[in-house]
């Protein structure tokens, strides 16, 4: 990974980051009337065998939706399900949630979150990108074979809320070609 | 005269953004900072009448630098720009005396608007 991006590629890809994150924490915080905490946004290179490791953990629901574009990937929405209950309750779902409610409250986040993300990222870049919906994480994703990559670029923003246990996490993947070109419009940006 | 002006900004990349952002034709002194002790430091060195300050910064962050130049009355014309756009966020610095809350990404027209307003261009 450390070869991948110099540190003029990497302070530029964290900001759009952070300023991606900004967005996605606000339309979700004005709706809950409450503040998000933000992370300092994680970018690493990974194997199909670390990313697919991600899926091993059970402390979290999953949510999984594809963009294409200038550059194309995945985004995943993970989110704490220990704290499940205390959003649907401040995005006034009936709690307890059913399993119904739980797939809804989930995809009504991942489309907050990712959404957010993923289009002020495009935005700030230029890459016209188009996201899918979200669907719920299946047995089948925890195969794999199930991913098209060698490696990918990927890019991890954390929310979280004061004193409860809500834990959201939206990973945005970049496919192997992808990174050239995201590589190619950050350095476009630089040099601007 | 030229007016001291600082951009306090961990990012490169905005710190890049926010100059390319002035008037063309703004006569300044400007200094850069990457932390909220080092545009602490330019204020303290008189190089911040206006300051543009970011709020997560390391070392020191957006919020503490407006905590000290509030109790120390420091006339520091503070603009804070800032990615987390929360109205939290928002309410606070506006407690804390920053005059403008701009939001990232940063357009030059918005911070035009903002300088005449604020009667520094």
Redesign the interface.
């Known amino acids: 990974m450390n070869t991948l991006l110099n540190e003029d590629q990497r302070d530029a890809l964290q900001e759009l980051m952070n300023i991606s994150m900004g967005q996605a924490a606000n339309a979700l915080a004005r709706l809950i009337d409450a503040q998000i905490t933000l992370s300092i946004p994680k970018i690493v290179v990974v194997s199909a065998s670390e990313f697919h490791a991600i899926f091993q953990s059970d402390n979290y629901w999953f949510t999984r939706q594809s963009f294409l574009g200038l550059v194309k990937g995945e985004v995943l929405t993970l989110m704490a399900k220990a704290g499940t209950e205390t959003m649907g309750g401040l995005l006034d779902y009936p709690v307890p949630l059913n399993e119904t409610s739980q797939d809804e409250l989930l995809l009504e986040l991942a489309n907050i979150l990712a959404g957010a993300c993923l289009n002020v990222f495009s935005s700030q870049l230029d890459l016209n990108t188009k996201l899918s919906m979200p669907t719920i994480f299946s047995e089948q994703m925890r195969k794999a074979e199930s991913y098209r990559w060698i490696s990918t670029l990927l890019m991890e923003v954390e929310f979280q809320l004061e004193a409860t246990a809500f834990d959201s996490r939206v990973v945005i993947c970049l496919e192997g070609q992808s990174v050239n070109v995201l590589i190619d419009k950050l350095n476009q940006l630089l040099e601007d | 005269m030229p007016i001291p002006v600082t951009i306090a900004d961990d990012?490169?990349?905005?710190r890049k953004t926010i100059r390319?952002a002035l008037p063309p034709d703004w006569d300044i002194d400007l200094t850069e900072a990457c932390n909220g002790k080092e545009a602490l430091a330019a204020v303290a060195a008189g190089k911040a009448d206006v300051l543009f300050l970011d709020l997560?910064m390391p070392e020191l962050d957006g919020f503490d630098v407006l905590r000290e130049l509030h109790d120390h009355h420091a006339k520091t014309v503070v603009i804070v720009i800032?990615?987390?756009?929360?109205?939290?966020?928002q309410k606070k610095v506006a407690m804390l005396g920053a005059f403008r809350f701009l939001?990232?990404?940063l357009h030059a027209d918005q911070l035009h608007e903002t300088l005449t307003e604020l009667g520094l261009i």
């Open positions: 990012s490169m990349l905005s390319k997560q800032s990615a987390d756009i929360q109205p939290e966020a939001q990232k990404p």
